[in-house]
């Protein structure tokens, strides 16, 4: 699958990566992001709340977090113009982001690991809570095309998740690209464009993991189309369900074009079934006895 808008967005990402990254604020610790003296300029606002305050947290317009870094974002304002996870040249170290409270604002896009030079260690960002709100792209993995990267993963269990598109860039054998729901305690999650999990040349590298609570789970919603192509894999868990037989909606959206997409459906007990819909508008997952 080759999308025109999709592919300008990731050239668009690589060419402001290249020449912002040369003036890059970083994390030089692990631990809070909006912690001062974890940045190398040793300067961070957590007040900087986007709405009321022009600036960045950093006062920069790209900031970068890599050398196996261990994050958070507990409470305050992370105010970013673009956040990059992982480095762009021979440092393999990888990066995790764990979100439990607070506001994390991303005016332009968000990178889950941006190597596009060696295979590097895997990039995560974990969200259990808190706000997460991005002006342009959420990037799960880098472009461009060919290059050797590293795994990127986005999971979401709790709070809530606006992004203007959510991107899987091409995924490869030990190096996938996940975006993953768990649960039901998540507010919301909002692609409010387009949601791009296709483009690749492998099979199921791309992955879009619905992991179900006891009853069911928190439904993404794209507010553009869903693309999908045989580089990606719907992937549905149910070892924690509960319920009996249902129609559970996963995801909703304008659109759908999931041809030969990978399906796997495991882990349900008491004799349970399940297939896979995609309707017009919506995804769903079909549980028989």
């Avoid at 808008?5 to 990402?13: E, F």
């Avoid at 269990?157 to 729901?181: D, P, Q, R, T, Y």
């Avoid at 609570?213 to 993404?220: D, E, K, Q, R, V």
Wanted: net charge neutral.
């Amino acid at each position: 699958m080759s999308n025109p808008t999709r592919y300008s967005l990731a050239l668009a990402v690589a060419s402001l990566t290249a020449v912002s990254s040369l003036h890059a604020d970083y994390m030089t610790s692990s631990g809070e992001i909006t912690a001062p003296e974890n940045w190398s300029a040793g300067m961070f606002d957590s007040s900087a709340h986007p709405k009321t305050n022009t600036r960045t947290s950093t006062g920069n317009k790209y900031d970068l977090i890599a050398g196996n870094r261990n994050i958070r974002l507990s409470s305050g304002y992370a105010t970013f113009t673009t956040l990059a996870l992982g480095a762009k040249d021979s440092n393999k170290s990888g990066v995790s982001l764990g979100i439990s409270g607070g506001t994390l604002n991303v005016s332009g896009d968000l990178i889950i690991n941006q190597n596009t030079t060696h295979t590097a260690s895997a990039c995560t960002i974990t969200q259990s809570g808190g706000q997460v709100e991005i002006g342009s792209a959420l990037q799960i993995g880098s472009f461009p095309r060919g290059n050797p990267i590293g795994e990127a993963s986005y999971t979401i269990s709790g709070g809530s998740l606006s992004a203007k598109s959510i991107n899987l860039a091409i995924g490869s054998e030990g190096n996938e690209h996940s975006f993953v729901i768990e649960g039901q305690a998540a507010k919301s999650i909002t692609s409010q464009t387009d949601f791009f999990a296709g483009g690749g040349d492998h099979t199921g590298f791309n992955n879009i993991v619905f992991k179900l609570g006891a009853n069911g789970i928190t439904p993404l919603e794209i507010k553009g189309k869903l693309f999908s192509d045989s580089s990606t894999e719907y992937i549905v868990d149910g070892s924690i369900y509960k319920g009996g037989p249902q129609a559970i909606v996963l995801a909703t959206y304008k659109g759908v074009s999931s041809t030969s997409a990978t399906q796997t459906i495991q882990n349900f007990s008491n004799g349970l079934n399940a297939t896979l819909k995609f309707g017009t508008n919506e995804l769903t997952l079909v549980i028989l006895p």
